[in-house]
């Protein structure tokens, strides 16, 4: 026999379902005033707000249920999504771990959970909470979107556009979907596919940043920087706290023009997921650039060994200003950044840091300084090193100039493919006449050159170089260092070592647009792609200025 309570309740059900929210908010209503204690009918009067855009209503209407009625798992979830909504992280997560503890089969506290955790850069966990959610719910097209985002986050494009194009399938209206696809066609490097798919998405929904981000990122590497640098602008004012686009924006404004605005923007990477969960809680207070005099500065590496190679130089800046400097960095480079100018201290754990007043991430130097390219502080050498490190390991024997090679980057940095290239493409440069050629490449890409099949064409120094200060000594006896956009061409400008290095059709910033001179490094020659991926051609660039430089001779 069916109750007058449930004949409500269907009722109010079917009015929800057909979006009649007044209606539905109504008759909870009229229940409630008979019956102030009805979970159900508190549970759907909260979903009728939530529907109806008044999140808080909600959110005290379903806790109200579910302090009433705790068991309903589907009554945790919409709570989750509803906290989610309204910026309650952990309280969002605390709701969604008690759906899924009461009924893991369904999809949407999974939802909750991954965006949390892609929210604060943990991609694995993500992709992980994005992965049951599919598992619940294969027809979610919006958890394989999720999924295919964190794949693509992961570095797994390929993984990603299958995930995106299953759930384009279920949902071709998906506006979400597109907007990831055309980020994991532009990481697989079809710019256009990934300009297509932006546009697309555009159409369906003109006001989805993450949208305007990925075209932006296709533009760019198209070499459309005007275009790239309005797709990330248009982000901004559609979403004025997007760190990604701001971000972005700076590498735009960067590789143009060193200027305040941009180095201003360029301070949006600490709200990145990525850097985001790296960042420690010090307790010292930013240094703002203003003299200090007796106070401890405790400047920190934050990024790749490159990054640490081209930005220590600044410390000679900030010294004078400082009663004391100290720089934190990764044990591998402690060595070297001892040598720098300015640099009184090297801590290997931040967690030694003793009695500092101030700290600074070593990237925030330049804004302080207010670098342009004229004002850049050039002067090498800045880092040292003692050569005879190939005599001392019997490398030595041998007329000709010595040329060191490096032709890859870490494999996991996002855009290492675009930067770097291969030991088969850079091969073409051991028959130069004159020249005895030794590799400084290190980690999988070295797997390259075992592969091969090179005799005694050139030297492997990877089994002697045990750190980068054993870089550096072998840099000091090499005439010339060929490389792609690595660690090691900093490290050798930053050495006054004679470097020619080799760049993608889009570069990152620091090496501008045009020319083939850095002011960053004065005795580094820049060889660029003239279309993207064309390396061939920059090989041969290379390999006839080697030529003629060996002739010379």
Known sequence: MVTDTE???ARVRDLLRAGRLVEAADACNARLQHH??????LYFAGIAAHLGGDQIKAETLIERSLAIEPAPAQGWANLAAIRLAGG???PARTAAQAAIERDPALAGPWLVIGNLEMRDGRTT?????????VEADPSDADALSNLGAAMLEAGDAKAAVI???KAMALDPGSAGALANLAGARQAMGDYDSAVTAAECALRINPALPEALINLGLAF?????IDDAAGAYRRAIALAPDSAEAHFNLSQILLLQRLSQDAWGEYEWRWRRGELAALVRDFPEPLWDGRPAPGKHLFVHMEQGFGDAFQFVRYCALARPLVGKLSVGCDARVADLMRTAPGVDAVISDAAEVRNADFRLPMMSLPRLFETTAASIPADVPYLQAT???LARHGLDAGAGLKIGLCWSGSTTFKNNRNRSTNFRTMRRLLDVAG???FSLQMDTPRQQLLDADIGDEIVDLAPVLKSFSDTASAMQDLDLVISTDTSVPHLAGALARPVWIMLHRAPDWRWGLFGDISPWYPTAKLYRQPAAGDWASVVDAVRNALAGKAGAE
Request: with cysteine; aromatic share 8%.
């Open 220 to 224: 760019r590497q198209q070499g459309r």
């Open 387 to 389: 050569g005879g490190f």
């Open 36 to 41: 102030p204690d009805d979970a159900e009918a």
């Open 7 to 9: 004949n409500e309740l």
């Open 88 to 90: 309650k992280s952990e």
């Open 125 to 133: 966990a993500a992709r992980q909470a994005f992965a049951h959610a």
């Open 435 to 437: 020249c005895r050629f």
């Open 163 to 165: 995930a995106l194009e």
